[in-house]
Every structure is written in structure tokens, then in C-alpha cells.
Nanobody
């Protein structure tokens, strides 16, 4: 059974940075996508970024492109989201998500398509406020 544990959320001022981490256990396939969704109060959940493990290609939503960077450490089974130039509108609960439906995942991140499946972590709160 897949188990995802996020960490690294917190309170940061606008313009600041945070790095989220997600450690994966219980999953052995080499062909999947892993990344991050977020959900702000009163809003639908939004795909933020993902990485396709078979080739390392990365994908970002327009709202975070150029500010966020996703990376992974295969030896540690961990994926990271480096968030720079944070804005108040980045405030949300961030979820680590793993899914083998790679086209669906990429569509969710790049085009905002709904994400109806996948394995989700418990979420970590990110608050951007002065």
C-alpha cells in the first residue's frame, strides 16, 4: 500500500521561500508520476506540479511556473517542491500525490483537468502572509 508523508509547510512572508518534502513508501513501480496538488479554502483543488519518473520530465501549472521547482531524490524516495517568490494566493493545503495514470496527471497540472484518482498524502499547510 502506497504511503505518502509530506513535511515542510509553515508560515512565510510574501516573497519568501519554503521547501516541501514528500517521502514515498510501499510503491515499487518505475512508471508513474508524482507531484503536488493544493487546495485553498473555498476553492477546488489545483494541480501544481509533477514529475514523470520514467524520464524525469517536469510539469507546472501557469500559476507557479518560474517560481516553483519540483525535484526528486530516488535514493531517499523523496520528492521536493521548492517554492520561491511566494504570494498570498499560494496559501493552501499542499498534497503530495502519486498516480500511474500519467497523462491524466499531466493534464490536471498543465490544463487544470479534474484528478479523480491517485494516492494522496495527508497534506501540509502553507500560509503566505505578512
Amino acid at each position: 500500500q502506497v504511503h505518502l508523508v509530506e513535511s515542510g509547510g509553515g508560515l512565510v512572508q510574501p516573497g519568501g521561500s519554503l521547501r516541501l518534502s514528500c517521502t514515498v513508501s510501499g510503491f515499487t513501480s518505475d512508471y508513474y508520476a508524482i507531484g503536488w496538488f493544493r487546495q485553498a479554502p473555498g476553492k477546488t483543488r489545483e494541480g501544481v506540479s509533477c514529475v514523470r519518473t520514467v524520464d524525469g520530465n517536469t510539469y507546472y501549472s501557469d500559476s507557479v511556473k518560474g517560481r516553483f521547482t519540483i525535484s526528486r531524490d530516488n535514493a531517499k524516495n523523496t520528492v521536493y517542491l521548492q517554492m520561491n517568490s511566494l504570494k498570498p494566493e499560494d496559501t493552501a493545503v499542499y498534497y503530495c500525490v502519486l498516480d500511474t495514470s500519467i497523462p491524466d496527471y499531466i493534464a490536471a497540472v498543465v490544463y487544470g483537468a479534474p484528478m479523480a484518482h491517485g494516492s494522496w498524502g495527508q497534506g501540509t499547510q502553507v500560509t503566505v502572509s505578512s
